[in-house]
């Protein structure tokens, strides 16, 4: 017999990437179990299901930064109550000092949906019932037929794991000109976006002031912030970020996007919906 529970949760992450660097993803997460009935004749209560892995997912993947310690450019040490990342990159070296809860280890050299697919299926189906024989994860990202963007961020005044330094989603975006979708628009911020850290400008700080790493360049971005689960540092390629002058909630980056049209074109009245990640985000538009 086999339960299927489609849509169960969506995995909103970062990972490390050897030719892009740091970049945010999201995925939509389906399950199967298969197995025998038990003594109420399923497979496994739906609440179960829903309750136990969503939130086995929660704990391991989702608002996390997931990395592939078996690529060659990682190095992970650790330090009192800190894990200290350094990964080599195409676009840059990145470096960052964070909770041991802010990451994910998955053993492998590229993060992909199989990877991190088998890496939830070694660590939940210990959690499931003796009648239950397999587990079987789907992991795919939104199908989208406009533009989207990757990004990552922190949102160190969260009272959630938003606050991680490194946590992003693939989201999509819509920008409208005086009523009008505009695919112009639309494609310049997909690409002005693409794999971008975005950053804020509060937490932006000179590297002297980093307590437990080091930027690779002169010219790379140093954040560093307390948040309540704990110290968080990072250090960028100054081209794999854009720096914000508020929070980079959803709210502040669809604000963000509409002040920067206006600035360009201040006649013209511009309506921005900004998702953050998969069937949420926020909307902006001109006063």
Known sequence: MILFVRDLTVIDFSYLCTERGMLGESYIVDVELHGKLDDVSMVLDFSIVKKRIKTAID????????????????????????????????????????PAEAIASIATDQITPASVTEFLQQHIMPLMPSNVEKLVFTLRPEPISGFYYHYSHGLKKHDGN??????????????????????????????????????????????????????????????????????????????????????????????????????????????????????????????
């Open 162 to 287: 938003c606050q991680r330094i490194a946590h992003g989603h693939r989201s999509m975006i819509q920008i409208y000109t005086d009523g009008m979708l505009s695919p112009r628009l639309n494609k310049y911020w997909s690409e002005r976006w693409q794999d971008i850290y975005l950053g804020s400008v509060e937490d932006v700080c000179e590297p002297k002031q980093l307590a437990s790493i080091k930027p690779a360049t002169e010219t790379d971005m140093c954040f560093r912030y307390q948040a309540q689960q704990g110290w968080f540092e990072l250090t960028m390629p100054a081209a794999h970020c854009e720096i914000i002058s508020t929070d980079t909630t959803v709210e502040c980056l669809a604000q963000y996007i509409v002040s920067e049209l206006e600035q360009l074109d201040a006649s013209k009245a511009y309506k921005v919906v900004a998702y953050e990640g998969v069937g949420k985000g926020a909307i902006a538009q001109s006063v």
């Open 59 to 98: 704990k391991l993947v989702d608002h996390k930064l997931a990395l592939p310690t078996l690529a060659a450019g990682l190095t992970v040490t650790s330090e009192q109550t800190q894990q200290l990342v350094k990964f080599d990159s195409a676009r840059g070296q990145i470096n960052m000092a964070a």
